[in-house]
Nanobody, 122 residues
């Protein structure tokens, strides 16, 4: 199983980026998918998740600014990030969720991609 995240980059505060995460080596249409991020010196934190039926969860810090979506035909999940802030600077990683456990804990995800760097300048 491979997860390839892309779409990161350098953007000014207030700008937008769209991250993509393509999965290969398996079909995960019935699995939840999530995005996490890790800033330098900080622990990896939950950003957003989407369940197989389309329901979504967001961290309070990104609610109203970020939108997670999925295309099961392409085995891909997206993270549209608007109104970016310097505090959003981090390496963003995508993951495939295990069958059990809540969506906000990284311990409940079984496959991880390598991540893509997002840098927001002030």
């Amino acid at each position: 199983v491979q997860l390839q995240a892309s779409g990161g980059g350098l953007v000014q505060a207030g700008g937008s980026l769209r991250l993509s995460c393509a999965a290969s080596g398996g079909t995960f249409s019935s699995n939840g998918r999530g995005w996490f991020r890790q800033a330098p010196g900080k622990e990896r934190e939950f950003v957003a998740a989407i369940i197989w039926g389309g329901g979504t969860y967001y961290a309070d810090s990104v609610k109203g600014r970020f939108t997670i979506s999925r295309d099961n035909d392409k085995n891909t999940v997206y993270l549209q990030m608007n109104s970016l802030e310097p505090e959003d600077t981090a390496v963003y990683s995508c993951a495939v969720k295990s069958a059990t456990g809540n969506y906000r804990s990284r311990l409940n995800y079984k496959y991880w991609g390598q991540g893509t760097q997002v840098t927001v300048s002030s």
